[in-house]
């Protein structure tokens, strides 16, 4: 599973992912909600979120939350 980052707010920025209105993630990227409810952002295009809002996976894999990895 790949880590998280920090998602952006601020000015409408072209060629990123929105989130809601004031939260972004960069071209390329998915965005998800955070352990606490923050938006997040998946390094991978179109990737799954994970239910523990740390992690997510590629598109095509699900998070498998016993072993903290991603399966096909």
């Keep these: 599973m790949t880590a998280l980052s920090e998602a952006s707010g601020g000015a409408h920025k072209v060629g990123v992912i929105r989130c809601d209105s004031r939260f972004y ?5 998915s965005c998800c909600k955070g352990p606490k409810g923050q938006w997040t952002c998946c390094p991978y295009p179109l990737g799954q979120c994970c239910a523990d809002g740390r992690h997510c996976c590629m598109y095509g894999y699900k998070c498998d939350p016993s072993s903290l990895s991603c399966t096909k």
């Design 25 to 29: 993630c960069p071209q390329g990227k």
